[in-house]
């Protein structure tokens, strides 16, 4: 069997509510990835895409974040609501959702305008 | 800053013992995803290199399991012993170890002789 096609990580880490840097999943079920999961299944996709959990992404300013490999195709502040249009625009037709991707400029950045408002 | 030079997916999920599939940490400490993040943060790779936790990749009967993005390269049976190789001949060298290699015939596969063995 061949490699995935593409592999979707999802950060589902938590930390207390108390935390400046936030989380990506504070409430600890893995909602998103679990909704991007049920979406490949639904279409069949198992086996050659993954929706993955994972622990931190390092870009928590952004979060929830996600991020498809082997493009490194970054996403930030996904929620349930923008999965259907990843996977059907980018997972099924290459083409990135523009509109959620995190700026290359941001990624792993010691500041961002992001980062700072995360810090209010 | 640019995206990571290398990604790399540790496997720290966990089943109960007495699971046919066994898993990559039964002990969930992470400690093969730490070894990795010292041994980074030794060489000075922070923020290039990114050694994450991951939920399972799905390929449970050669773990522990470590996928290196983007290559997409897939590592099996993996143990602190082999971080400084991998690292130095793989994320730094760019020539996988390939004594470790998961073969492409067995990712994903319905059925291989690795997963036959853990079966017994």
């Excluded at 989380?23 to 998103?32: I, Q, R, S, T």
């Excluded at 498809?68 to 502040?77: L, M, T």
């Excluded at 959620?100 to 400029?105: C, F, G, H, K, T």
């Amino acid at each position: 069997m061949p490699k995935f096609h593409k592999h979707i990580f999802v950060c589902c880490n938590q930390r207390p509510a108390t935390d400046p840097r936030r989380c990506c999943d504070p409430a600890g079920k893995a909602d998103l990835q679990r909704a991007f999961k049920i979406k490949l299944a639904q279409l069949g996709m198992k086996g050659r895409v993954r929706a993955n959990k994972s622990g931190c992404l390092d870009q928590c300013e952004h979060g929830p974040n996600v991020v498809v490999y082997p493009d490194a195709v970054w996403y930030g502040h996904v929620t349930a609501a923008d999965v259907d249009e990843i996977i059907e625009s980018h997972i099924i037709g290459n083409k990135p959702v523009e509109r959620l991707l995190i700026p290359d400029s941001c990624l792993n950045a010691e500041s961002c305008p992001h980062k700072q408002r995360r810090g209010d």
